[in-house]
Every structure is written in structure tokens, then in C-alpha cells.
């Protein structure tokens, strides 16, 4: 059974920088192009960033040049590196395979405020 368990969020002020940690468990980690997905209040979940087995990444054109998605296959564990934060970047991200989904994790909390 796949486990996703989200860390590393929190209350950050405009301009600051955060680093989320998924850990996950139960899959053979390193097959899987993983994503991390945002979702604010009200609003739909939406997919922030992906990386392939291969490392390739992809993001989208809001975080672009700001976030940056990495892995450790090793510690089948996913990363999203953010700087230069934003008011509109708060959200619970959750990290998740990219495209068909597992079962949700509990997310991490990130809100950006002065």
C-alpha cells in the first residue's frame, strides 16, 4: 500500500524561502515520475511541478524560476525547493505520482504572509 507523507511547510513572509519533503513508502519509488500539487482554499488542486524517473522537470508557468523539484531514489523521497514566495503560494501542497494518482497523503500547509 502506498504512503505519502508530506513535511516542511509552514508560515513564511513574502520573499522567503521553504523546502517541502515527501516521503513515500510501499512502491518501488524510483519507476515513478512524481509531482507535487497545491491546493488553496476554494480552489481546485493543481499540479506545481513534476520530475521523471530521469530527472527531467517540468513546472508550471506560475512557479517557474522560483520552485525547484528534485529526488532522492535512495531515500524515496521527493523535494520542492521555494524561494521568492508569494502571497498566492499559499496552499497545502501534497506531493503525488505525476499523472494516475495514489491515494492522497495528508499534505503540508504553506502560508505566505506578512
Known amino acids: 500500500q502506498v504512503r505519502l507523507v508530506e513535511s516542511g511547510g509552514g508560515l513564511v513572509q513574502p520573499g522567503g524561502s521553504l523546502r517541502l519533503s515527501c516521503a513515500a513508502s510501499?512502491?518501488?519509488?524510483?519507476?515513478?515520475?512524481m509531482g507535487w500539487y497545491r491546493q488553496a482554499a476554494g480552489e481546485q488542486r493543481e499540479l506545481v511541478a513534476s520530475?521523471?524517473?530521469?530527472?527531467?522537470?517540468n513546472y508550471a508557468e506560475s512557479v517557474k524560476g522560483r520552485f525547484t523539484i528534485s529526488r532522492d531514489n535512495a531515500k524515496n523521497t521527493v523535494y520542492l525547493q521555494m524561494n521568492s514566495l508569494k502571497s498566492e503560494d499559499t496552499a497545502v501542497y501534497y506531493c503525488?505520482?505525476?499523472?494516475?494518482?495514489?491515494?492522497w497523503g495528508q499534505g503540508t500547509q504553506v502560508a505566505v504572509s506578512s
Open positions: 503525488n505520482r505525476y499523472g494516475s494518482n495514489w491515494r
Open positions: 510501499g512502491i518501488i519509488f524510483s519507476s515513478y515520475s
Open positions: 520530475i521523471t524517473s530521469g530527472g527531467n522537470r
